[in-house]
């Protein structure tokens, strides 16, 4: 998978892996050499367009070593304007559901998949001429160049994303595309992998032990068990940072999965995010004493000394969200725009990265396939299905604000002058939040689309005075706030694991705004979510009935001015709220 620049490279990837074939990503300019043993190249979607300065390139000669190629998107752009077709800028954007209309042909790569059907775009720039041997085989009202074949050459090009699941014949593609014509076999199956991992720790501890900051994640735990199995328990420790920022019932949850200890420094942590409002300022204080609580730990147990490395829990979207700061294996910059800085990627991290001093053994697996690893070796459920829990905890969930500020009337809502991130394009922006009056996914949708500024929408839920009568108010992380919203979490958490809901999101966010009244000067805002990743998600609905019994508990909470539900999808409203 050559990765063109677009979130939707580790989808693809993903994707061609749950088929049962290997897929690994690399920089799109991964030279064809390095290549060659690939039974096929797939070239990505990405932002850019093949006329931008710098934008992501693929070395030509991958078309002439008879592997087959499949570009996706801009992909398929690209592949036009490197062989010899013409691309130009489209006349508008086509983002979003679109019909297909595939001719019938004989090519296994369209193998029964001719006729119309529903396709996702999102794209600027078309293929106006394919390239010299190659013919157009599908296409849209809007885009007439949709699909391309080359069958000669075995080169072939989409302009939708068949790896969406609003392709509804999406997987259909990838499985031709893999099988029919790359000739893959179906033999990719993470669970066979253990014992490869544990030889793969082996030779990395090279006779050292392994030392883990545990979570209570699924990554890191089951990085920690694969250790253990690889290494036996007594070459393998453990510690659990109790950072006050983390949920509740969390320490107890986490000592029983065995192997433990746990270094308490609440003080610590809430000590330095004392007064501080900025999201980043907080990602920032917490990243640093999280290093600094690191260092202490590895002083005081020795672990400096050359008998020990590092473990981590690393899965493979983070080696490339953050940015890809260690590149593809042949050193190329991976092109995923930076979204967020992840902590297991912060500078004292990266010293002992780069002193070869760490132990990743779940670097090259995406979370579902962790959670099929874990099964493999015996571990229970309940950890196996949590939902994903950031490093930074409950401090990014607990909304600050500098100054008390009014709720502004606008044409379509009220805006709340609370900052919350979103990712529009591939870059992140803060904004304030635009509260309307119905649960409405559509509205929020065409609301973002088009007011500027605005990547985020709410509907209440329940509010104990209208919306307009509320302020948002200086706020920081205190004790009390804190413990407020550990509550809400506490009380989403259990009603949503008892009626079974949490099985069907993929993370749920409870999130604590500075919004409310004099008595109550809080509110709480829902947001669950359905996603792949994370790296693109739907806010989803949620059955009245549950909503009303949360709901309830909520509003009794003490400082709890409303309850409120987050209907933006990601983009351009990112999972978290900082
Ligand atoms: P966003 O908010 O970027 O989140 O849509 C995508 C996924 O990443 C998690 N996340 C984080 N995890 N440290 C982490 O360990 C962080 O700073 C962080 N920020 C977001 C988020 O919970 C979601 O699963």
Same mark, same amino acid.
């Given at each position: ?12 990837a993903r994707?061609?892996?749950d088929?049962g074939? /290997?897929?690994?990503?690399?920089p ?5 050499a390095?290549i060659?043993?690939?039974?096929g190249?797939?070239?990505? =979607?990405?932002?850019?367009?093949? /006329?931008d300065p710098?934008?992501p390139?693929? @070395? ?5 070593? $008879? ?11 690209l ?10 800028p $489209?006349?508008?954007?086509e ?5 297909l ?11 029964s ?12 720039d078309?293929v106006?001429?394919?390239p ?11 885009c *007439?160049v ?8 075995r080169? #072939? ?7 969406? !699941?609003?392709?509804?014949?999406g997987?259909? /593609? ?5 099988? %029919? !014509?790359? =000739?893959?076999?179906?033999?990719w199956?993470?669970?066979h992998r253990?014992?490869?991992i ?7 501890a ?10 209570? +994640? !699924?990554d ?7 250790? &253990?199995r ?10 659990y ?24 420094a ?6 330095a995010l004392?007064? !501080? ?5 907080k ?12 260092? &202490? ?9 050359? &008998? ?8 493979y ?5 953050s940015?890809?700061?260690?590149g593809?294996?042949?050193g ?21 990265i780069?002193? +070869? ?7 090259s ?6 959670r099929?690893? $874990? ?5 229970p459920?309940?950890l196996?299905? &949590? ?5 930074? $905890?409950?401090a ?9 500020a009014?709720v ?10 609370v900052?919350?991130?979103g990712?529009q394009?591939?870059?992140?922006? #803060?904004a304030?939040?635009?509260a309307? @009056?119905?649960? @409405?996914? *559509?509205?929020?949708t065409?609301l973002?689309?088009?007011?500027r +500024?605005?990547? %985020?929408?709410?509907a209440p839920?329940?509010t104990?005075?209208p919306?307009?009568?509320?302020r948002?108010?200086a706020a ?6 804190l ?6 979490? *506490?009380?989403?958490r259990?009603?949503?694991h008892?009626?079974?809901? @949490? ?16 008595e *109550?000067?809080d509110?709480?805002?829902?947001r ?12 989803v609905?949620?059955?009245?009935e ?11 909470l003490?400082g709890?001015?409303?309850v409120? /539900? ?6 351009? +409203?990112?999972?978290?709220w900082?």
């Amino acid at each position: 998978m050559l990765d063109a620049g677009g979130q939707y490279c580790h989808l693809e990837a993903r994707k061609v892996r749950d088929l049962g074939v /290997y897929a690994e990503v690399r920089p799109s300019e991964t030279p064809a050499a390095e290549i060659a043993s690939a039974r096929g190249i797939i070239i990505s =979607g990405g932002p850019s367009s093949v /006329y931008d300065p710098g934008s992501p390139t693929a @070395d030509p000669a991958i078309f002439a070593t $008879g592997q087959p190629v499949l570009g996706i998107c801009y992909g398929q752009q690209l592949m036009a304007h490197l062989l010899g077709g013409h691309v130009r800028p $489209g006349d508008r954007g086509e983002y979003g559901l679109a019909m297909l209309d595939l001719v019938a042909t004989s090519d296994p790569m369209f193998a029964s998949l001719s006729g119309r059907q529903q396709i996702w775009m999102s794209h600027r720039d078309v293929v106006e001429t394919p390239p010299p041997g190659f013919s157009v085989v599908g296409r849209t009202d809007t885009c *007439a160049v949709a699909a391309i074949a080359d069958p000669a050459r075995r080169l #072939y090009g989409v302009q939708f994303h068949p790896e969406v !699941v609003h392709t509804v014949r999406g997987m259909e /593609y990838l499985s031709n595309f893999v099988f %029919r !014509v790359c =000739g893959c076999e179906r033999d990719w199956d993470p669970r066979h992998r253990v014992p490869l991992i544990e030889g793969e720790i082996r030779q990395a501890a090279a006779g050292r032990s392994v030392f883990f900051f545990v979570s209570g +994640g !699924v990554d890191s735990s089951v990085a920690f068990a694969l250790c &253990r199995r690889a290494l036996g328990g007594e070459s393998v420790r453990g510690v659990y940072v109790d950072t006050g920022l983390m949920r509740e019932g969390e320490t107890e949850f986490v000592r029983g999965l065995g192997g433990l200890t746990v270094e308490h420094a609440e003080a610590q942590f809430l000590g330095a995010l004392a007064g !501080v409002t900025g999201p980043e300022k907080k990602r920032h204080i917490i990243g640093e004493e999280f290093v600094r609580v690191q260092e &202490r730990i590895i002083e005081s147990r020795s672990l400096a000394d050359e &008998r020990w490395i590092l473990g981590q829990g690393t899965i493979y979207p983070d080696t490339i969200e953050s940015g890809g700061e260690r590149g593809g294996e042949s050193g190329g910059a991976a092109k995923a725009a930076v979204i967020k800085t992840h902590h297991n990627r912060v500078a004292g991290i990266q010293k002992l990265i780069q002193a +070869g001093r760490i132990v990743e053994p779940l670097k090259s697996f995406y979370k579902d396939e962790v959670r099929e690893v $874990g099964r493999e070796l015996g571990l229970p459920e309940e950890l196996l299905d &949590r939902h994903p829990f950031p490093g930074p $905890g409950l401090a990014i969930r607990c909304l600050c604000a500098d100054s008390d500020a009014p709720v502004e009337p606008a044409a379509d809502g009220l805006i709340v002058p609370v900052r919350s991130v979103g990712v529009q394009g591939d870059s992140r922006s #803060y904004a304030p939040v635009l509260a309307i @009056d119905a649960m @409405d996914h *559509a509205r929020a949708t065409a609301l973002t689309n088009r007011i500027r +500024g605005v990547n %985020r929408v709410i509907a209440p839920v329940e509010t104990r005075v209208p919306i307009a009568q509320m302020r948002v108010h200086a706020a920081t992380l205190s004790p009390a706030r804190l413990a407020r919203l550990r509550r809400a979490d *506490a009380i989403v958490r259990r009603i949503s694991h008892h009626s079974g809901y @949490d099985r069907k999101v993929w993370q749920f966010p409870v999130i604590l705004i500075p919004l409310g009244t004099g008595e *109550a000067p809080d509110s709480v805002v829902l947001r669950p979510v359905d996603s792949v990743d994370g790296m693109t998600a739907q806010s989803v609905t949620m059955e009245p009935e549950l909503l009303r019994s949360m709901c309830a508990e909520l509003m009794a909470l003490e400082g709890v001015a409303g309850v409120f /539900y987050d209907l933006t999808h990601k983009p351009p +409203g990112t999972i978290e709220w900082e």
